[in-house]
């Protein structure tokens, strides 16, 4: 049975996956990625855990070879290229260095690389809820926003390997910083990281009582906003109201341009479900150009959280 080797590389961890013909993940390897300070040390401990997994199946398999998605993964020239949520800089020649490692080490096995949300869109494509949806958008709500886009049935790269960055479209001129260097991305509204400074600014600029207020204002997360807003805290059910309507005004940007049959949501912030979903849905209605409404639907994605990427990134190497 031929196999390939899928990587997900996020800003807190790093998995990489053993993928079979079928779209299994037969085997999977972790290490934390902010755990690293030094690119170089970082794609040693990478490279061991590829050939960990290839050695597991090398007697009587094929690798036909690794696929990766990574924050600002550039398909064309297989480079990482200045990260916000990375702990490492500048430009990575990730697809040159771990090819070397490799070959160093007698695997001679090619390496594709693509933006991490672009992996998650494959995945779904693929071995998801749009097998046979040509026109979608993948939003992936985790530290970041990170976003996919297929438009007749292929992946959109655009000219510089970026196309797509739903999460750096700006939807408030005078807004929030952003890691990226500008201010009022979607990103910094509609992320795990955007709801809680939103949270913390409710708390700070309002009197109203919240289960939240129980918790040290550093120490607040997602996850207790989203528990909080199921036990009806009005706070946190505004809140998850606010990050609904910046995120729906991303996203409606993105479709007046590409007129998507669907949206799939991934992500740690999408497992909030209705709570989100609900007033995005709403939302995005109402903000786009009347030709568009009520012609997208928004929907949770189809595959598992922990392996969409992986699933997408090996698809890569086919």
Known sequence: MNYSIGIDIGGTNTVVGLVDADGLVVKKEKLKTKDFVSADD??????????????????????????????????YHGTIEYAPNLPF??????????????????????VTVTNDANAAAIGEMIYGKAKNVKNFVMITLGTGVGSGIVVDGKLVYGHTGFAGEVGHTIIDIDGRQCNCGRKGCVERYASATGIVITIKQMLN?????????????DEITSKDIYEAALKGDSLALKCFDYTAKMLALGIANACEITSPEKVYLFGGLSKSGDILLNPLKKYLNEFLFSVFQNTIEVELSGLKEEDAAILGAAALCY
Do not use: C, M
């Not at 490279?47 to 690794?66: C, F, M, P, R, W």
């Not at 800089?89 to 090619?110: A, F, P, Q, V």
């Not at 600029?205 to 289960?211: A, I, P």
């Open 42 to 75: 970082y794609l040693k401990s990478v490279t061991a855990k590829i050939e960990l997994l290839a050695d597991s199946v090398k007697e009587e398999h094929i690798i036909l070879g690794v696929g990766i998605g990574a924050p600002n993964g550039n398909f």
């Open 89 to 110: 800089n500048g430009i990575i020649e990730l697809k040159d260095i771990l090819e070397t490692l490799l070959l160093r080490d007698g695997y001679n096995l090619k």
């Open 205 to 217: 600029e309002s009197t109203e009582q919240s289960l939240l207020r129980a918790i040290n204002e």
